[in-house]
């Protein structure tokens, strides 16, 4: 069953570094996201792409945070001065978009740690 | 607003018992899908189920039941003879329709002993 995949499963980076976090999608899946989870919260949205653009994104995903599918099957998330706050579980999905078929499929995550 | 509220932060059942998780949606749209993950403590988030607003039928698939009740703002999700496999937290979630994102509770922590 095809599903998707994340690299790193584990990040640590020292504050104020660059960080890029990556995804490979579901590969006939047409929309993409990120999402983040901190330690014992709630998983929140960050950004969703298709079409080679963003399609949403909220607010915590301010000029710090960029997107980019760099290739027909790579998706990265970019934090480009990392902080403490960053510290989390990074989840990448994919739906196919067909009409009706929202399910977003997850992948097994990121977690990075800010130090 | 658009939001999901699971009320119970945790429950502990003892093996083969029932168990209903609760969830509570808020949104002004007349078009939204719902949605059940499973995140078992390897840290992933599983799709369990979506629920059209249009489609107030029940599902049950296997040892799990979804009753979706518009009247109510509900979708609570059972499971029937929980077994420790089952032990894991999980999120309701909303989507309205317009929007790309999934609007996620804050879980449900389920523990099932043996």
């Known amino acids: 069953e095809p599903e998707v995949t994340q690299t790193p499963s584990h990040q640590v980076t020292q504050m104020g570094q660059e960080v890029i976090l990556r995804c490979v999608p579901i590969?006939?899946?047409?929309?993409f996201y990120w999402y983040r989870q901190i330690l014992g919260q709630k998983v929140e949205f960050l950004v969703s792409?298709?079409?080679?653009?963003?399609?949403?994104k909220s607010e915590i995903f301010d000029d710090q945070f960029s997107v980019e599918r760099p290739d027909g099957s790579n998706f990265t998330l970019k934090i480009r001065s990392t902080k403490l706050e960053d510290s989390a579980m990074y989840f990448c999905?994919?739906?196919?978009?067909?009409?009706?078929?929202?399910?977003?499929?997850f992948g097994p995550g990121t977690r990075l740690t800010v130090t | 607003a658009q939001k999901v509220t699971q009320a119970q932060t945790e429950i502990s059942v003892v093996e083969k018992e029932d168990v209903t998780l609760d969830c509570v949606y808020e949104?002004?749209?007349?078009?939204?899908?719902l949605f059940w993950y499973k995140q078992p403590p390897s840290g992933e988030l599983v799709f369990l189920i979506r629920?059209?607003?249009?489609?107030?039928q029940n599902e049950i698939s296997g040892r799990y039941s979804w009753n979706f009740q518009k009247s109510t703002s509900s979708f609570n999700f059972t499971i029937t003879a929980s077994q420790v496999v089952d032990s894991a937290v999980y999120f309701c979630?909303?989507?309205?329709?317009?929007?790309?994102?999934?609007?996620f509770g804050t879980g449900t922590r389920l523990q099932v002993f043996p």
């Open positions: 590969s006939n899946h047409l929309y």
């Open positions: 792409f298709y079409n080679n653009e963003i399609s949403e």
């Open positions: 949104t002004r749209d007349t078009t939204y899908y």
């Open positions: 999905a994919s739906t196919s978009g067909d009409w009706g078929s929202y399910e977003q499929y």
């Open positions: 979630a909303l989507k309205p329709l317009g929007t790309d994102k999934l609007i």
């Open positions: 629920r059209n607003s249009f489609d107030e």
